[in-house]
Nanobody, 121 residues
Framework: QVQLVESGGGLVQPGGSLRLSCTASGSIFSINAMGWSRQAPGKERELVATITSDGSTNYADSVKGRFTISRDNAKNTEHLQMNSLEPEDTAVYYC???????????????WGQGTQVTVSS
């Protein structure tokens, strides 16, 4: 099995910063893309940021210039640095990883359990 464990959520004032982390463990041969999605109450899940195994990144327009995604391939870990946070960023944030469990197995997307980020004064 593969597990993704997130940490770093919490309450922050507008304009503040938070750093989310996500570590994958279990039966892992390789990890291709990793990323973060978020879901606010009453809204659909939104893809926030992605990063490939060679470090190429993509961001939703709503977070460009404020969020930075990074990863440590040796530790199967990814991070999301969130700066200049706005109340509209309030959501549950989910990390994911596209994992190949064995050398010739297909890739599957695994998700973390979610961590709450609340931006409020």
């Amino acid at each position: 099995q593969v597990q993704l464990v997130e940490s770093g959520g919490g309450l922050v004032q507008p304009g503040g910063s938070l750093r989310l982390s996500c570590t994958a463990s279990g039966s892992i041969f390789s990890i291709n893309a990793m990323g973060w999605s978020r879901q606010a109450p009453g809204k659909e899940r939104e893809l926030v940021a992605t990063i490939t195994s060679d470090g190429s990144t993509n961001y939703a327009d709503s977070v460009k210039g404020r969020f930075t995604i990074s990863r440590d391939n040796a530790k199967n870990t990814e991070h999301l640095q969130m700066n200049s946070l706005e109340p509209e960023d309030t959501a549950v944030y989910y990390c994911y990883a596209l994992v190949r469990r064995y050398i010739n197995s297909p890739q599957y997307r695994y998700w973390g359990q979610g961590t709450q980020v609340t931006v409020s004064s």
